[in-house]
């Protein structure tokens, strides 16, 4: 005897037979559906090698790459002088500004620091001179000074008294040195010993002790200060880990120069 195909049953295969058609072409848009992209932040930097390099090399290049990585953020560094960077990174030009010492927010209101420093810099003279009368900044007085615009710290230290030159770049300050219209080259001392190396400049002596050692920071525009937190503690966990170390040891050493820039404390 024939029995009718209850209509129930029918509306529940039609649903299932719409289901399974529409499978694959889920699968291939959560294929084709890209994964979201980090956000890429851009930081001003005025450093040159060891710590930074245009092929991303650098001790801060991978330092601070991989910190930013750790705390969900892509970045991109771009070369400005010290007092541009930090006004185009105070304007929200750029997102940031990367390796300056503590308390620039007193005189840059928008930036707030990440706390946890990056490296060590070690603020020393240049000189064709073995040594000098002094260690202090008083021992400057007598001599004609060179050093780098929107370095802070050289502008908060030198005496009035002190006969400055203020260029705009590294390599203007160690050529106006090599030419004796200068005294005292002012810089870092990493940045200065691989500037020297490069541009074959002979009968320069590093003056130590250092004037001063001083912790450097990133900085973030304000608009960013809710990812401070988080690349402060991808920075300390690279130090806990022993990946700071490591990468302050490949960097420094093949140049000869005092991996003491970047102690963890």
């Keep these: 005897m024939n029995r009718r195909f209850p209509f129930f049953h029918f509306v529940q295969l039609r649903k299932r037979i719409a289901i399974l058609s529409a499978l694959p072409l889920l699968a291939l848009q959560c294929v084709a559906t890209p994964a979201a992209e980090p956000q890429t932040l851009v930081l001003n930097s005025a450093s040159a090698p060891p710590f930074a390099t245009d092929a991303g090399d650098g001790f801060l290049d991978i330092i601070i790459g991989e910190a930013f990585r750790r705390a969900g953020l892509g970045i991109k ?76 710290i050289y502008e908060r230290s030198l005496k009035p008294a002190t006969r400055t030159t203020v260029v705009d770049t590294p390599e203007q300050l160690f050529s106006i040195l090599d030419k004796d219209r200068i005294d005292v080259a002012l810089y870092e001392r990493s940045l200065g010993m691989a500037l020297i190396e490069k541009m074959g400049i002979k009968n320069v002596h590093v003056i130590e002790p250092a004037f001063t050692e001083l912790e450097m920071f990133i900085y973030l525009h304000k608009k960013h200060a809710d990812k401070v937190s988080a690349v402060a503690s991808a920075l300390h966990d690279l130090k806990a880990e022993g990946f700071y170390e490591r990468a302050c040891v490949k960097t420094f050493t093949p140049l000869a120069i005092p991996t003491d820039q970047c102690r963890t404390k």
Aim: no cysteine; hydrophobic share 40%; aromatic share 10%.
């Design 77 to 152: 560094i771009v070369r400005l002088s010290g007092e541009r960077g930090l006004k185009n990174a105070n304007d929200g030009l750029e997102d940031g500004e990367l390796a300056r010492i503590a308390g620039m927010e007193k005189m840059y209101p928008n930036l707030v620091m990440v706390p946890g420093k990056v490296v060590d810099y070690h603020f020393v003279a240049f000189t064709r001179q073995a040594k000098l009368a002094g260690t202090g900044w008083d021992s400057l007085e007598p001599m004609s000074v060179g050093y780098l615009r929107g370095w802070k």
